[in-house]
């Protein structure tokens, strides 16, 4: 592999493009974006420091896809408007391939650039909404639409295989195919672009043995995280990934600006007339859910929905391990159930046709099909955050509003959330409060007093019993009717019993008699 030396024209340290895909390099001594053109080098600007975090990857690691080895070349940091960012790593390929391997919420998506399929009409930005079914856009599937936004490009490191510049603007539609297929439309550039791949796991790539893919557990050092409200002292259990904290001890919600904390506001108390069951920084596995990692509660949030002028209260838990990324645990009305996200292409509107599957933002279908399971409309209503604790991968604010849609097949129950720009599923299992108490290491959670939607019944068995049981006394019962009918030497008749015609002849005097007789009849009880 040919190597290009070169000084940097802004400090003059060496720098190296080592591969020949590279467009920029980031200058290990001063920061600036260095730009390979035909003629010279060009000095983009300075770029801030990647923000410390507990990513299992890390630059000149190598890994394995399609048979097909890689390295990690470079990286760079993209900050989502709403808050939040995430990490994209530029890997080389020994074939040629340029890949791009995003890194987002503990989950991991390679991707490379595809040109559109004839005739394929690129949509205006504008005329995106998170649902939309975009076809013909690949002869391999169609593809919904997950997320529309903006973004900044706030770090980088390595080299880079496209111009950088700092700062710089990033206008992207995020798409969603079956089969863990993913997709990048990048409106940055005119025309758009076209980035194709899926959703892979460490080992799926070859890395899931490298030594800096042990995710080991970091903690952030109190020392410069004290609350600007109150001073008191507060530990990120996810630095890297967390937006909002509130504070323990003055119950203030601080915003977390690249390790710096800002204070927003003051709490108001929760309405929920219940408290958190479960505190922050418990830890526990469930056996079937999560890989069996160990998940610890980083936050808590109530949320409610009105009917009929009354409120409902729920809680959610956020749970956390770098290995398997954000879970949920859900507790309304004592009951629990365990949440994690699906693919939005894996859901299909089942009042569709097969090559019309589909979903609609802006209205629910009675039924929904995931899995090859059928789903029913539960409820669907506007959920509002009332109360948080601990820390959130998003902005979150008390008040903040999505639309909310659940549909169930006990013991399943699938979740929309939408906004104006992005929709999300997710699909959560019932499971029984012992559960909770042997994983958690807590006691005498509130027994549930009611059934839940999506609660199975796990008296099937006692429930076909009865049946049986009912069908034979059924059965016995018309039995001894009908002996009885056969017994019965005539059938009693319950309408006219006699019917006869006399013909009457003048009477010799006003005192004189005449008696007629009829033939015999019977007469029964109840006539």
Not at 25 to 54: M, N, W
Not at 204 to 223: F, H, I, N, Q, W
């Amino acid at each position: 592999m040919s190597v290009l030396k070169a000084n940097c024209p802004n400090c003059a340290g060496p720098i190296e493009f080592k591969a020949g895909s590279t467009i920029v390099v980031v200058c290990p001594f001063c920061r600036s974006a260095v730009a390979r053109t035909d003629r010279k080098l060009e000095d983009l600007g300075k770029v801030a420091e990647i923000v410390q975090s507990k990513s299992p990857l890390q630059l000149g690691l190598q890994g394995d896809y399609l048979g097909n080895k890689f390295e990690l070349t470079g990286r760079t940091q993209v900050k989502h408007e709403s808050g939040g960012f995430w990490d994209e790593w530029y890997a080389t390929f020994s074939n040629g391939w340029v890949g791009w391997l995003a890194e987002a919420q503990g989950k991991f998506y390679m991707t490379f650039y595809k040109p559109f399929a004839e005739g394929f009409q690129v949509p205006a930005f504008d005329q995106l909404q998170p649902g939309q079914r975009l076809d013909n856009i690949s002869e391999e599937t169609h593809l919904i639409v997950n997320e529309k936004g903006t973004a900044t490009y706030i770090a980088a490191d390595g080299e880079i295989p496209y111009k950088l510049i700092p700062d710089q603007k990033l206008i992207f539609a995020d798409l969603m195919g079956k089969n863990e297929v993913f997709a990048t439309l990048d409106y940055s550039t005119k025309p758009p672009q076209l980035f194709w791949g899926k959703e892979l796991t460490l080992e799926e790539m070859g890395l899931a043995e490298k030594r800096a893919a042990e995710r080991e557990s970091v903690v952030v050092p109190t020392d410069g995280m004290g609350c600007p409200n109150c001073g008191g002292s507060l530990e990120l259990k996810a630095p890297d990934k967390s937006e909002r904290v509130t504070c323990p001890f003055c119950n203030s919600l601080l915003n977390i600006n690249e390790g710096n904390l800002e204070f927003l506001k003051a709490l108001k108390p929760s309405p929920s007339p219940n408290e958190f069951l479960l505190p922050i920084g418990a830890k526990g596995s469930f056996k079937d859910y999560a890989d069996g990692v160990e998940l610890e509660v980083i936050g808590a949030m109530t949320r409610s929905v009105t009917y009929d002028g009354v409120k409902y209260y729920w809680d959610e838990y956020l749970l956390y391990n770098p290995k398997v990324g954000f879970k949920w645990l859900v507790y309304s009305e004592r009951n629990w159930s365990f949440v994690e996200s699906v693919n939005i292409a894996e859901i299909e509107n089942s009042s569709k046709s097969d090559n019309e599957m589909s979903l609609d933002l802006t209205s629910d279908t009675s039924t929904i099909v995931y899995n090859n399971k059928s789903f029913e409309l539960f409820q669907s209503a506007e959920a509002t955050v009332e109360y948080v604790k601990g820390e959130f991968y998003w902005r979150v604010e008390q008040g903040e509003k999505v639309k909310n849609s659940d549909y169930i097949s006990p013991p399943l129950m699938l979740s929309k959330e939408a906004t104006a720009n992005e929709i999300n599923w997710s699909l959560g299992t019932y499971i029984d409060k012992k559960e909770v108490e042997q994983t958690f290491g807590v006691s005498d959670l509130p027994r549930p007093y009611k059934i839940a939607p999506n609660q199975p019944f796990l008296h099937n068995s006692l429930l076909r019993s009865s049946f049986i049981m009912l069908g034979v006394l059924f059965l016995v019962v018309f039995i001894v009717s009908f002996m009885r009918g056969s017994i019965a030497t005539e059938e009693p008749n319950y309408g006219q019993v006699l019917e006869n015609r006399f013909g009457l002849e003048p009477l010799e005097s006003a005192d004189s008699e005449v008696t007629f007789y009829t033939q015999p009849f019977k007469l029964y009880k109840n006539t």
